[in-house]
């Protein structure tokens, strides 16, 4: 089992900056596939950005351009670098993992306890 921990979340104003990161407790196959999700109050759970096994990347079209994802794997650590921030981007950001290499089923099995972000205008 693998024990993800987000850290990072904030309050910013609208244009501003903030990075998430997720450690994970172990290297293996069950973090091969990485990625962060959002949930806003009374919306449902979004896929923000995901990271495969060979680093290749996926965004929503939402933040495409305002947000980088990455991952260092000697330090068993995902980042989401959220920049241009807006109002619409508050919301409780979790990362996930799974034993899924390439993300295509998007089953993810591990999943962390989540930070919140709050954009005000």
């Known amino acids: 089992q693998v024990h993800l921990m987000e850290s990072g979340g904030g309050a910013v104003q609208a244009g501003g900056s903030l990075r998430l990161s997720c450690a994970a407790s172990k290297y293996g196959a069950s973090i091969d596939c990485m990625g962060w999700f959002r949930q806003a109050p009374g919306k449902e759970r979004e896929t923000v950005a995901t990271?495969?096994?060979?680093?290749?990347?996926t965004y929503v079209d939402s933040v495409k351009g305002r947000f980088t994802i990455s991952k260092d794997n000697a330090k068993l650590t995902l980042y989401l670098q959220m920049n241009s921030l807006k109002p619409e981007d508050t919301a409780m950001y979790y990362c996930a993992s799974s034993y899924d290499k390439y993300c295509s089923r998007g089953t993810y099995v591990y999943w962390g306890q989540g930070t919140q972000v709050t954009v005000s205008s």
């Open positions: 990271w495969d096994r060979d680093g290749r990347t």
